[in-house]
């Protein structure tokens, strides 16, 4: 989202309020009658590194939509859900600013303590649970950044030798073996592509075609070895 006040004027959800849920954290102008807009994030970060804190993390916000991670749907009811303020690809896909994500790194580390389960590894995109209706935080998004401050994965060596010859299915397990929700199809369906898609914003940014082209399968098998 573009900015701050409308990021938070949408994410903050009126059904605690409305008796829908538990947890009296909204603000005390929401009718009792509102509607459940189920439309929520549990913090906000703007773009001088403000941190909103909207929904307790141990309630479910409603972030991510329809979405799957790890064979798991509903990701919603097992996330704790991030919302980056920027104009993403409608405002042109700004640059993220230092000190946004600066407080990313910092709010994921106090995120880790509170919850030991959560580690690098579980740190996912919109655009990884989703692949086929959402592409945020986008491929300016810095993941290494994320990586080399310890709240996230990145490969650190590339694979030099690729087994197999068939392709797609090579693809598709590995694709699943890191998490993305694709069927062992042994062709590169629409899902598929949209999947590897997400893969290279977050790992190749560079180009996003959803070709798999060498060096996307070599980054592959080095994601996939790092999550093993």
């Given at each position: 989202m573009?900015?701050?006040?409308?990021?938070?004027?949408?994410?903050?959800?009126?059904?605690?309020?409305?008796?829908?849920?538990?947890?009296?954290?909204q603000?005390?102008?929401?009718?009792p009658?509102?509607?459940?807009?189920?439309?929520?994030?549990?913090?906000?970060?703007?773009?001088?590194?403000?941190?909103?804190?909207?929904?307790?993390?141990?309630?479910?916000?409603?972030?991510a939509?329809?979405?799957?991670?790890?064979?798991?749907?509903?990701?919603?009811?097992?996330?704790?859900?991030?919302e980056?303020?920027?104009?993403?690809?409608?405002?042109?896909?700004?640059?993220?600013?230092?000190?946004?994500?600066?407080?990313?790194?910092?709010?994921?580390?106090?995120?880790?303590?509170?919850?030991?389960?959560?580690?690098?590894?579980?740190?996912?995109?919109?655009?990884?649970?989703?692949?086929?209706r959402?592409?945020?935080?986008?491929?300016?998004?810095?993941?290494?950044?994320?990586?080399d401050?310890?709240?996230?994965?990145?490969p650190?060596?590339?694979?030099?030798?690729?087994?197999?010859d068939d392709?797609?299915?090579?693809?598709?397990?590995?694709?699943?073996?890191?998490?993305?929700?694709?069927?062992?199809?042994?062709?590169?369906?629409?899902?598929?592509?949209?999947?590897?898609?997400?893969?290279?914003?977050?790992?190749?940014?560079?180009?996003?075609?959803?070709?798999a082209?060498?060096?996307?399968?070599?980054l592959?098998?080095?994601?996939?070895h790092?999550?093993?």
């Amino acid at each position: 989202m573009q900015d701050a006040e409308t990021a938070i004027a949408r994410l903050t959800d009126p059904a605690p309020v409305a008796g829908k849920y538990p947890g009296p954290w909204q603000s005390e102008d929401v009718l009792p009658d509102a509607a459940l807009s189920r439309v929520s994030a549990h913090y906000v970060v703007d773009e001088a590194g403000k941190i909103y804190s909207l929904v307790p993390e141990e309630h479910r916000a409603w972030h991510a939509g329809a979405s799957s991670w790890e064979g798991e749907g509903d990701v919603n009811a097992r996330a704790i859900g991030i919302e980056i303020v920027n104009g993403g690809h409608d405002f042109g896909l700004p640059d993220f600013a230092d000190a946004q994500i600066d407080a990313v790194i910092q709010l994921l580390k106090d995120i880790f303590e509170r919850w030991p389960e959560l580690n690098a590894k579980r740190v996912v995109g919109h655009s990884d649970v989703a692949p086929e209706r959402k592409a945020d935080p986008g491929e300016k998004f810095p993941w290494k950044r994320l990586a080399d401050a310890g709240v996230s994965i990145w490969p650190e060596h590339v694979a030099t030798q690729l087994d197999g010859d068939d392709i797609a299915s090579d693809i598709q397990l590995q694709l699943g073996a890191i998490g993305y929700d694709v069927k062992q199809t042994g062709a590169m369906d629409n899902s598929t592509k949209a999947a590897l898609v997400a893969f290279q914003r977050r790992f190749r940014p560079s180009d996003i075609s959803g070709s798999a082209d060498e060096e996307t399968r070599f980054l592959l098998a080095a994601v996939a070895h790092t999550l093993a």
